[in-house]
């Protein structure tokens, strides 16, 4: 991430460090880390691990917004929320930890530092020792995790209009975990009003006054035919006129009396009348259009011993309050009058029984919504919910490691499953497990493998057990991109709903974290500059899972088009060259409107931005994920037909405008797929729930104008309104529905045990034309997931009777790299493909290079065949009904599945103590871990240039450097194959991971990694970046000797960038902290991201080779045998060079020592 602009910076810290001079308690100690769980801790003193605090309560991340400079560093706790988004720290922090980019704690470099976990953490040069300035700090938060009431509101007015009644006042539940908080939201007290002349109790009359009122929607828009209500008045019924007014004689002009109205499709809205002169009064009642609850808090999974207590939460959003929560066991509507109508719903005692699915539905006037289904796993007494017996876990030992002439050798590691336990007796913490405990590691055994030349050491699992883990988290990153050139969206908003979680960076990148409650991860991207129209995402992400990496893109505005709100105007919709516009939008006159209702007279500024299913490439810029909530609450996918973003300014002034009613005409001709015509609707998009809500429908009409051929004078002609939504659709929901089965492995050998978790896989629908199924006429829809551990699973459009009906295409990637799914040249083979033969023939599975191998490799094409009753091959995937999800998802490994593969396979990894990044449960506490914080992944690479003919592997080994306890002791190998360059094929260079220096996982000592580069081949090294090795000699102690044709480095502790050819990446998620710092590395920028090798930017060291006689084997075949006899060898070779670059590098010493003397 950039730093803050100097100017920010200033002004944040300014206004936060006002009366900061009492921060510190008296007698603290400079550089003390703030209060721990109400104490102070001494100088020094480690930080406390997760299972030290007593209260539910949690670190945040590291954040480090600051760089030392001018009046010195600055972490304030407003521009953390700024730059991060409000939702990554909690609102009161319990704690602050600070500690320079060295891992030392503020009094052991001497640094007297301000803490506030409340304000934030600065430094000030000026309170340094004489000479000195500030270090680079980063920061980290103690946060509870309980939830707690917010501070009362204040007391509303009294209801009442003459006499006695009563106020209100509510509090809000500053919830963190999900759990509600316990007590009533919401407060009354009694209130008495003064008479009025002429009043009774109920009612006021005055004959000779009168009430003007005025009904309007929340954007000021009149509604007419709303049906008013004064409290107490017995008078005739009052409708609102076609202005949306309305007059009632006789009522006080003093009365303050509640006037009510009522209109379909709208909440009732209630106000007071105001006196505006002795004998008038007005009233103007906002009614709040209703919309279809949607649901942000889904029911979690649930393990528990029988006798336990388990509760599941619900929580529902929406135009107002849900009315009602059902609750379901195995589909079954549980009991009301035991159970109640609540959001959450409380197991007591649990039963072997109750165990199951559980799921709530929520409904109120607008509509209904089904939740995602929680199970409950209900364990009888003495049942082990992890077995202390790890599963087999083949790793793939070092190509040295394999007897001669021999295939890859593997060793079983063990495994842990990935499963969740109960807690102990009376740990039920309502919505949200506030202690997760999973089935983890419990204890390691080394083992020795006798490599060639060389002994490696390996830890396995030798017992399982039920450990307190991380709390789960959705991590998902990504880069926010223009459509149509690619550049990157820089400042974005990014809003959840209407609250703003944080902006795009100065390339696009983001950063969001879910809560594991959330089903669908609805995200708003707006564009600071207005070119581009909001990105509506729903972006598929796995809290138990790794992080996901996504890339939006954003769809540019068309250029605007001058209308006279006078006259009837019509906007093209879809020019696709010669098949011409789909529809066209029809404004007639006086359709255009202010935002306040009154109408507009002038020149209009319309933008109306087509995304066109004719376009295959529109498919992914557009909005949403294409689903609906149908009668019973269950999401339905839309076909698409087209969608409208559209937006109307006054000429000038900028000023937003509405309309409506306005016409959407479609040309019939262009629908193709039969009774689709007849189920057309008008959607626009809800963009907090990411759902489409039905607008209208379409009525046939014959086009006005001159004789043209029939079939192009049909048009569908259906009604709108441009208000508050913008988004529009025209879609048909699809009955026939199906499920596609794939998964995702680390190779193509596709072996069960190499599955890979995190892959973004994407399904776009598409409809071929007759006869020529390779060439489609457009999509129809499109869909993502995410892969776990089995596999993903797909909505799509299917068909039993004609297979050809609906096709599809499907592609996967992770973290910005393209997998391969099985090849079909010549030929399809059910073994590679996944897929029975007899099904395989009727789904026509074809490569995208299937008929030019010169295409890219990047997906499939097939169709979607739904599979027949009586046929076996088709029983088992990969294509399963709609109703059969269940089924999908636990299919196991050997039933059908289409499959993807990571084409990067020169690239090896060997961990002493095993870890599995698809799951974070698998983190083991040990010295030799390669990543010893299982809440900060932090990923090391180092760019190596390679001259030679050929493409090399490059080894670097990581050790133990400078930690008494782990000082030559291997945390692991890396291995990775160069790439070479598009313009220079005699240079290539790889892009090589090393364990990053730092803090172990005690957090008691930092280590500084030993890291040995060595290329295989017969290489000699011949430069290093200047920066690298200047600033590798001034932080000691320096690396052992290496020979020429090795690199050997302490690795540096701090995040270093390009300029050292070092790139250094921290994240939540390890996978995507190492996919950013190869996007990275490749690109050879400290910000940028790429997937094209460009060798000869940003390197750290390069080699030069050279191919070795036929008879000779190569440099890094004879280390392996002897290795002494290797080095040897090289320092004779290399003594010659060695001497001359002696020789070059002493007259550069001579001059700077000539200089400064």
């Given at each position: 991430?950039?730093?803050?602009?100097?100017?920010?910076?200033?002004?944040?810290?300014?206004?936060?460090?006002?009366?900061a001079?009492d921060v510190?308690?008296?007698?603290?100690?400079?550089?003390?880390?703030?209060?721990?769980?109400?104490?102070w801790r001494?100088?020094?003193?480690?930080?406390?691990?997760?299972?030290?605090?007593e209260?539910?309560?949690?670190?945040?991340s590291?954040?480090?917004v600051?760089h030392?400079?001018?009046?010195?560093?600055?972490?304030t706790l407003?521009a953390?929320?700024?730059?991060?988004g409000?939702?990554?720290?909690c609102?009161?922090?319990l704690?602050?930890?600070?500690?320079?980019?060295?891992?030392a704690l503020p009094?052991a470099v001497?640094?007297r530092?301000h803490?506030?976990?409340?304000?934030?953490?600065?430094?000030?040069?000026?309170?340094q020792?004489?000479?000195?300035g500030?270090s680079n700090?980063h920061?980290?938060?103690?946060?509870?995790v309980?939830t707690?009431w917010?501070?009362?509101g204040?007391?509303g007015?009294?209801?009442?209009?003459?006499?006695?009644?009563?106020?209100?006042r509510?509090?809000?539940?500053?919830?963190?975990?999900g759990e509600?908080c316990?007590?009533?939201?919401?407060?009354?007290?009694?209130?008495?009003?003064p008479g009025?002349?002429?009043?009774?109790?109920?009612?006021?009359?005055?004959?000779?006054?009168?009430?003007?009122?005025?009904?309007?929607?929340?954007?000021g828009?009149?509604?007419?035919?709303?049906?008013?209500?004064?409290?107490?008045?017995a008078?005739?019924?009052?409708?609102?006129?076609?202005?949306?007014?309305?007059?009632?004689?006789?009522?006080?002009?003093?009365?303050?009396?509640?006037?009510s109205?009522q209109?379909?499709?709208?909440s009732?809205?209630m106000?007071?009348a105001?006196?505006?002169?002795?004998?008038?009064?007005?009233?103007?009642?906002?009614?709040?259009?209703?919309?279809?609850?949607?649901?942000?808090?889904?029911p979690?999974?649930?393990v528990?011993?029988?006798?336990?207590?388990?509760?599941?939460?619900?929580?529902?959003?929406g135009?107002?309050?849900?009315?009602?929560y059902?609750?379901?066991?195995?589909?079954?509507l549980?009991?009301?009058?035991?159970h109640?109508?609540?959001?959450?719903?409380?197991l007591?005692g649990?039963?072997?029984?109750?165990?199951?699915?559980?799921q709530?539905?929520?409904w109120?006037?607008?509509?209904?919504?089904r939740?995602?289904t929680?199970?409950?796993?209900?364990l009888?007494?003495?049942?082990?919910?992890?077995?202390?017996?790890?599963?087999?876990?083949?790793?793939?030992l070092p190509?040295?490691?394999?007897?001669?002439?021999?295939?890859?050798?593997?060793?079983d590691v063990?495994?842990?499953?990935?499963?969740?336990?109960p807690?102990?007796?009376?740990?039920?913490?309502g919505?949200g497990?506030?202690?997760p405990?999973?089935?983890?590691?419990?204890?390691?055994?080394?083992r020795?493998?006798r490599?060639?030349?060389?002994?490696?050491?390996?830890?396995?699992v030798a017992?399982?057990?039920?450990r307190?883990?991380?709390?789960?988290?959705?991590?998902?990153?990504?880069?926010?991109?223009?459509?149509?050139s690619?550049?990157?969206?820089r400042?974005?908003?990014?809003?959840?709903?209407?609250?703003t979680?944080?902006?795009?960076?100065?390339?696009g990148?983001?950063?969001?974290?879910?809560?594991?409650?959330?089903?669908?991860l609805?995200?708003?991207?707006?564009?600071?500059?207005g070119?581009?129209?909001?990105?509506?995402r729903?972006?598929?992400?796995d809290?138990?899972?790794?992080?996901v990496?996504?890339?939006?893109?954003?769809?540019?505005?068309k250029?605007?088009?001058?209308?006279d709100?006078?006259?009837?105007n019509a906007i093209?919709?879809?020019?696709?060259?010669?098949e011409?516009?789909?529809?066209?939008?029809v404004l007639?006159?006086?359709?255009?409107?202010?935002?306040?209702?009154?109408?507009y007279a002038?020149?209009?500024e319309a933008?109306?931005t087509f995304?066109?299913p004719?376009?295959?490439?529109s498919?992914?810029?557009?909005?949403s994920?294409?689903?609906f909530?149908?009668?019973?609450?269950?999401?339905?996918?839309?076909r698409t037909?087209?969608?409208?973003?559209?937006?109307?300014?006054?000429a000038?002034?900028?000023?937003?405008l509405?309309?409506?009613?306005?016409?959407?005409?479609v040309?019939?001709?262009q629908?193709?797929?039969?009774?689709h015509?007849?189920?057309?609707?008008?959607w626009s998009?809800?963009?907090?729930?990411?759902?489409?809500?039905?607008e209208?429908g379409?009525?046939?009409?014959?086009?006005?104008?001159?004789?043209v051929?029939?079939?192009?004078r049909?048009?569908l002609?259906?009604?709108?309104?441009?208000?508050?939504r913008?988004?529009?659709?025209?879609?048909?929901?699809?009955?026939?529905?199906?499920?596609?089965?794939?998964?995702?492995?680390?190779?193509?050998?596709?072996?069960?045990?190499?599955?890979v978790?995190?892959?973004?896989v994407?399904?776009?629908?598409?409809e071929?034309?007759?006869g020529?199924?390779?060439?489609?006429?457009a999509?129809g829809r499109?869909?993502?997931?995410?892969?776990?551990?089995?596999g993903?699973?797909?909505?799509?459009?299917?068909d039993?009777?004609?297979?050809d009906?609906?096709?599809?295409?499907?592609?996967?990637?992770?973290?910005?790299?393209?997998?391969?799914?099985?090849?079909?040249r010549?030929?399809?083979?059910?073994?590679?493909?996944?897929?029975?033969?007899?099904?395989?023939?009727?789904?026509?599975?074809r490569?995208?290079?299937h008929d030019?191998?010169?295409?890219?490799?990047?997906?499939?094409?097939?169709?979607?065949a739904?599979?027949?009753?009586?046929?076996?091959?088709e029983?088992?995937?990969?294509?399963?009904?709609?109703?059969?999800?269940?089924?999908?998802?636990?299919?196991?490994v050997?039933?059908?599945?289409?499959?993807f593969?990571?084409?990067?396979?020169?690239r090896?990894e060997?961990?002493?103590v095993?870890?599995?990044?698809?799951?974070?449960?698998?983190?083991?506490?040990?010295?030799l871990?390669?990543?010893?914080?299982?809440?900060?992944?932090r990923?090391?690479f180092?760019?190596?240039?390679?001259?030679?003919?050929?493409?090399y592997?490059?080894r670097a080994?990581?050790?133990g450097?400078?930690?008494?306890?782990?000082?030559?002791?291997?945390?692991?190998?890396r291995?990775?194959?160069?790439?070479?360059?598009?313009?220079?094929?005699?240079?290539s260079?790889?892009?090589v991971?090393?364990?990053?220096?730092?803090?172990?996982?005690?957090?008691r000592q930092?280590?500084?990694?030993?890291v040995?580069?060595t290329?295989?081949g017969?290489?000699?090294?011949?430069?290093?970046?200047?920066?690298?090795?200047?600033?590798?000699a001034?932080?000691?102690?320096?690396?052992?000797?290496?020979?020429?044709?090795?690199?050997a480095m302490?690795?540096?502790?701090d995040?270093?960038g390009?300029?050292?050819?070092?790139y250094?990446?921290?994240?939540?998620?390890?996978r995507l902290?190492k996919?950013?710092?190869?996007g990275?590395c490749?690109?050879?920028s400290?910000?940028?991201?790429?997937?094209?090798m460009?060798?000869?930017?940003?390197?750290a060291?390069?080699?030069?080779?050279r191919?070795?006689?036929?008879?000779?084997?190569?440099?890094?075949?004879?280390?392996?045998?002897?290795p002494?006899?290797?080095?040897?060898?090289?320092?004779r070779?290399m003594?010659t060079?060695?001497?001359?670059?002696?020789?070059e590098?002493?007259?550069p010493?001579?001059?700077?020592?000539?200089a400064?003397?």
């Amino acid at each position: 991430m950039a730093p803050l602009p100097p100017l920010l910076c200033l002004c944040v810290a300014a206004a936060h460090l006002a009366g900061a001079g009492d921060v510190i308690p008296t007698g603290e100690p400079p550089g003390s880390a703030g209060p721990l769980n109400g104490r102070w801790r001494r100088p020094g003193q480690p930080s406390p691990a997760l299972e030290d605090w007593e209260e539910a309560s949690e670190w945040t991340s590291w954040f480090n917004v600051d760089h030392p400079g001018g009046d010195g560093d600055f972490e304030t706790l407003a521009a953390i929320r700024f730059y991060y988004g409000p939702a990554r720290v909690c609102p009161r922090p319990l704690a602050l930890e600070a500690r320079t980019t060295d891992w030392a704690l503020p009094s052991a470099v001497g640094e007297r530092v301000h803490l506030s976990p409340a304000r934030g953490f600065w430094c000030l040069n000026r309170e340094q020792p004489r000479g000195r300035g500030c270090s680079n700090y980063h920061v980290r938060f103690r946060c509870p995790v309980e939830t707690a009431w917010g501070a009362w509101g204040p007391w509303g007015p009294c209801s009442g209009s003459c006499g006695p009644g009563r106020r209100l006042r509510r509090r809000r539940c500053q919830e963190r975990t999900g759990e509600a908080c316990p007590g009533r939201s919401s407060e009354a007290q009694k209130c008495v009003r003064p008479g009025c002349p002429g009043c009774n109790l109920n009612t006021c009359e005055c004959p000779d006054h009168i009430l003007l009122g005025t009904v309007v929607t929340q954007s000021g828009r009149p509604l007419p035919g709303a049906r008013v209500s004064v409290r107490g008045w017995a008078g005739a019924a009052i409708t609102s006129d076609t202005h949306g007014t309305f007059r009632v004689s006789g009522v006080c002009a003093g009365s303050r009396i509640n006037v009510s109205a009522q209109m379909d499709g709208f909440s009732a809205g209630m106000a007071q009348a105001q006196a505006n002169g002795s004998v008038s009064a007005i009233v103007t009642i906002v009614l709040e259009k209703l919309e279809k609850p949607y649901l942000v808090k889904h029911p979690q999974s649930r393990v528990r011993e029988a006798g336990q207590d388990v509760t599941f939460c619900c929580k529902a959003a929406g135009s107002h309050r849900p009315k009602k929560y059902s609750w379901f066991h195995n589909g079954t509507l549980l009991d009301r009058r035991a159970h109640g109508s609540r959001s959450h719903l409380e197991l007591r005692g649990l039963r072997p029984d109750q165990a199951g699915d559980y799921q709530c539905k929520v409904w109120d006037d607008a509509g209904a919504m089904r939740s995602a289904t929680a199970q409950l796993t209900v364990l009888a007494p003495g049942q082990p919910a992890c077995a202390p017996q790890p599963r087999e876990h083949l790793v793939q030992l070092p190509e040295e490691c394999a007897p001669s002439g021999a295939g890859p050798t593997f060793l079983d590691v063990g495994l842990c499953p990935n499963a969740r336990c109960p807690g102990p007796a009376g740990s039920d913490a309502g919505c949200g497990d506030a202690t997760p405990r999973c089935c983890s590691v419990r204890r390691l055994e080394t083992r020795e493998v006798r490599c060639s030349g060389y002994v490696l050491p390996v830890k396995v699992v030798a017992e399982c057990g039920c450990r307190k883990c991380s709390p789960p988290r959705g991590l998902v990153r990504g880069r926010l991109l223009a459509a149509d050139s690619g550049e990157p969206l820089r400042f974005a908003r990014i809003l959840r709903g209407r609250e703003t979680v944080g902006f795009t960076s100065f390339q696009g990148d983001f950063h969001i974290e879910a809560s594991p409650s959330t089903e669908r991860l609805v995200v708003t991207f707006e564009d600071p500059g207005g070119e581009f129209a909001d990105a509506v995402r729903v972006l598929p992400f796995d809290p138990w899972g790794p992080g996901v990496y996504h890339e939006v893109r954003a769809l540019r505005k068309k250029e605007p088009v001058l209308l006279d709100a006078a006259r009837v105007n019509a906007i093209p919709l879809g020019e696709l060259g010669a098949e011409g516009p789909l529809g066209e939008l029809v404004l007639p006159p006086g359709a255009i409107r202010r935002t306040d209702g009154q109408p507009y007279a002038g020149t209009v500024e319309a933008r109306v931005t087509f995304v066109d299913p004719r376009d295959l490439a529109s498919a992914a810029a557009a909005p949403s994920d294409l689903r609906f909530a149908d009668a019973e609450g269950e999401l339905a996918p839309l076909r698409t037909y087209g969608m409208f973003w559209a937006e109307l300014r006054a000429a000038g002034s900028g000023e937003l405008l509405q309309a409506g009613p306005v016409a959407v005409r479609v040309a019939a001709a262009q629908i193709y797929m039969p009774g689709h015509a007849e189920s057309l609707r008008l959607w626009s998009l809800n963009p907090a729930s990411g759902l489409w809500e039905e607008e209208g429908g379409f009525q046939r009409e014959a086009a006005p104008g001159r004789r043209v051929r029939r079939e192009e004078r049909v048009f569908l002609a259906g009604n709108l309104e441009i208000r508050e939504r913008r988004l529009f659709n025209l879609d048909v929901a699809e009955q026939r529905r199906c499920f596609v089965k794939v998964r995702a492995y680390a190779s193509d050998k596709f072996a069960p045990g190499e599955q890979v978790q995190g892959v973004v896989v994407t399904l776009v629908n598409l409809e071929p034309r007759p006869g020529f199924p390779a060439n489609p006429r457009a999509w129809g829809r499109f869909d993502s997931a995410v892969t776990g551990p089995n596999g993903a699973c797909l909505p799509a459009f299917c068909d039993a009777e004609q297979p050809d009906a609906y096709t599809a295409l499907v592609t996967a990637s992770l973290g910005g790299e393209e997998l391969e799914p099985a090849p079909s040249r010549p030929h399809p083979r059910p073994a590679v493909v996944g897929v029975p033969q007899a099904y395989l023939e009727r789904l026509g599975y074809r490569r995208t290079d299937h008929d030019d191998p010169a295409l890219k490799r990047h997906g499939f094409r097939v169709h979607l065949a739904k599979p027949r009753p009586g046929y076996p091959a088709e029983a088992r995937g990969p294509v399963y009904p709609w109703r059969r999800l269940r089924d999908c998802q636990e299919a196991p490994v050997t039933d059908g599945h289409f499959r993807f593969a990571r084409v990067e396979t020169d690239r090896y990894e060997f961990n002493t103590v095993p870890f599995r990044e698809a799951a974070p449960a698998s983190w083991t506490g040990d010295l030799l871990a390669w990543w010893p914080n299982p809440q900060e992944f932090r990923a090391c690479f180092l760019k190596v240039r390679v001259q030679g003919p050929r493409e090399y592997v490059v080894r670097a080994r990581s050790e133990g450097g400078t930690h008494p306890r782990t000082r030559g002791r291997l945390y692991g190998l890396r291995d990775a194959r160069s790439v070479r360059g598009p313009e220079r094929p005699g240079t290539s260079a790889a892009c090589v991971e090393f364990k990053c220096s730092g803090m172990l996982f005690d957090q008691r000592q930092a280590d500084r990694t030993l890291v040995t580069v060595t290329p295989q081949g017969s290489c000699r090294r011949v430069a290093v970046n200047t920066l690298l090795q200047d600033y590798l000699a001034r932080h000691a102690p320096a690396a052992p000797a290496a020979d020429p044709a090795a690199f050997a480095m302490l690795a540096p502790l701090d995040p270093l960038g390009h300029n050292y050819g070092v790139y250094t990446v921290t994240d939540q998620s390890p996978r995507l902290a190492k996919e950013i710092a190869i996007g990275r590395c490749l690109d050879g920028s400290s910000d940028g991201f790429s997937r094209e090798m460009k060798p000869e930017a940003g390197t750290a060291v390069t080699f030069q080779c050279r191919e070795p006689p036929a008879d000779r084997p190569s440099l890094f075949q004879r280390l392996l045998e002897s290795p002494v006899a290797a080095l040897g060898d090289i320092r004779r070779e290399m003594g010659t060079v060695s001497g001359a670059q002696a020789g070059e590098l002493g007259a550069p010493r001579a001059r700077r020592s000539r200089a400064h003397p």
